[in-house]
């Protein structure tokens, strides 16, 4: 079985229900400096695009034909679905990221982190939680991407994905309007497990197992 090693680099995944914030903390993020930059990772998904979304900046929009081939192929590091759409992380742009020296940030949720976390054990678990479920809630609702239903979905899962906040290595609280010191915040937990671990080794197999 091939595979490849990156001693050093992290995939750093970050989580936490929709409505925390996590496009936002990303951004935020990407106007930080970082030596080597970070490198995002563009996620493959079914779901129909947003306005002033932008295809192969926020996710690769594929048709569910497509999607369904690349993860037979053995195209995605996990693929999962997710309030009815289908989300899948491409595995080659991660592996060539890592290989080339520089941190992987994946945004993801929680039932693709822990298959990763399976996968790479050597992987960084972040999980952003909301100051109250209230705040939480208020935020959903005031985005208004969502018809009524995928609100409700998206309110009922968003408890359960809370719970699983234990699995993670570490929690983040985005509190409202705080979204620099959240990101400041991200950035020291990674320095920091650079400092601790930095023999860490992140291995990702250049096809499913």
Same mark, same amino acid.
């Given at each position: ?9 992290? +995939? ?10 996590? =496009? ?20 493959? %998904? ?19 034909? %497509?999607? %369904? ?7 995605? @590091? ?27 940030? @994946? ?20 999980? @952003?939680?909301?100051?109250? +479920? ?10 208004? %991407? ?40 991200? =950035? ?22």
């Amino acid at each position: 079985m091939e595979l490849d090693a990156s001693t050093g680099a992290m +995939l750093v995944i970050i989580s936490g229900p929709s409505g925390v914030g996590k =496009d936002t903390i990303l951004d935020a993020l990407k106007r930080r400096s970082h030596d080597p930059e970070y490198h995002y990772v563009v996620t493959c %998904t079914t779901r129909a695009m947003r306005p002033g979304e932008v295809d192969g900046v926020d996710y690769h929009f594929l048709d569910e034909a %497509t999607f %369904t081939a690349q993860r037979a192929a053995g195209g995605f @590091l996990e693929a999962n679905d997710v309030h009815g759409n289908w989300y899948g992380t491409p595995r080659g742009q991660v592996r060539e990221a890592l290989d080339a020296g520089r941190d992987v940030i @994946l945004k993801i949720d929680v039932q693709g982190a822990q298959v990763v976390k399976e996968k790479i054990p050597g992987a960084l678990l972040i999980f @952003l939680i909301p100051p109250s +479920l209230e705040d939480l809630f208020i935020r959903l609702r005031s985005r208004a %991407t969502e018809t009524a239903d995928e609100l409700e979905l998206r309110q009922r899962n968003a408890a359960v994905e809370l719970a699983r906040q234990e699995d993670y290595d570490y929690v983040v609280t985005n509190e409202t309007g705080q979204v620099e010191r959240t990101a400041e915040r991200i =950035d020291q937990i990674i320095a920091e497990e650079h400092r601790t671990h930095p023999d860490r080794r992140v291995v990702v197999y250049s096809r499913s197992p």
